[in-house]
């Protein structure tokens, strides 16, 4: 997939009921701007089984959002204009490489990062008995959906 570089794992989960349906996390739909009864378009990479979703912008300009003069482009609908701007590097920058980490090495530091938060929230449990999910996840800076994940792996 193409966008799969800027991904990143968010920590929060949601179970399936049964007809389906799963809720999208509210930190979510807010930072896509995704409003209740608007559509979503959906995307699967078969070899990875990764499932995203964006918010449905139609049939417009993948760059600029018009609705005129559209030409069909892997997968994506360009404006004439955007495309002549695209010929003749009008607005275009070079981004740096990304640098790709090896899967192993990633999911190493992911399970130290958290066994390092599960230590920091088990002390900040016995200093703290009384304090509610919120403070503990503003303390350690991850949401509060994080500190369930973290309390189940204490």
């Known amino acids: 997939m193409e966008g799969e570089a800027h991904l990143k794992n968010t920590g929060m ?15 979510m739909r807010t930072s896509m701007g995704i409003q209740a009864g608007e559509s979503l378009e959906f995307y699967l990479d078969v070899e990875t089984g990764l499932l995203s979703m964006r918010k449905y912008i139609g049939v417009c300009c993948h ?22 701007d695209l010929k003749g590097n009008i607005g275009v920058s070079q981004l740096p490489v990304p640098v790709v980490k090896e899967p192993y090495k990633e999911k190493r530091a ?32 991850v949401s509060q959906g994080r500190i369930s994940q973290l309390k189940k792996l204490l």
């Open 13 to 27: 989960t949601r179970p399936l009921d049964t007809l389906g349906r799963i809720v999208i996390p509210k930190e």
């Open 110 to 141: 992911h399970r130290s990062h958290s066994q390092h938060l599960v230590e920091k929230l088990r002390r900040l449990m016995r200093e703290h008995p009384t304090a509610k999910q919120g403070e503990y996840a503003e303390w350690l800076g």
């Open 63 to 84: 760059l600029c959002y018009s609705v005129q003069d559209l030409s069909y482009f892997r997968d994506s609908f360009l404006c004439k204009k955007c495309i002549n």
